[in-house]
């Protein structure tokens, strides 16, 4: 998950009450290619479930969520509410024309980061 996801969950789940930090934020920006991951924590553990929960429904709540597509340019794989690649730029329709499929690449196992 991206570190702007993970910004826009805390923010979230600090609007209901929940305190939560995150963890490695400066680490993984400093170290690009570091095995470190942005985390987010929830403080309190008795928080832990209302957290949990209040972050799936966000997830199941995402226009396209269940879509993935692969950019034909560079390999990305993206959540289907993105219309171009975030890494190259190539527009989604480029792809599907690319593909001679028209629709998300669900199947492809290539992932680049």
């Known amino acids: 998950m991206e570190s702007a996801e ?8 600090e609007e209901a009450g929940i305190r939560c930090a995150l963890r490695n934020e400066q680490l993984s920006q400093a170290l690009p290619e570091a ?9 309190n553990d ?30 990305q794989r993206l959540r289907g509410q993105f219309d171009s690649c975030w890494k190259c730029g190539t527009e989604r329709a480029t792809t599907a024309k690319l593909n001679n499929e028209g629709e998300d690449d669900e199947n492809s196992s290539r992932f680049v980061d």
Do not use: H, Y
């Open 6 to 13: 993970l910004g826009l969950l805390k923010n979230m789940l």
């Open 46 to 75: 008795d928080d832990f479930q209302r957290a949990q929960e209040l972050c799936n429904t966000w997830f199941d709540s995402l226009p396209g969520a269940a879509g993935i597509w692969t950019c034909a340019r560079c390999g």
């Open 35 to 43: 095995p470190f991951n942005v985390e987010l924590w929830v403080e």
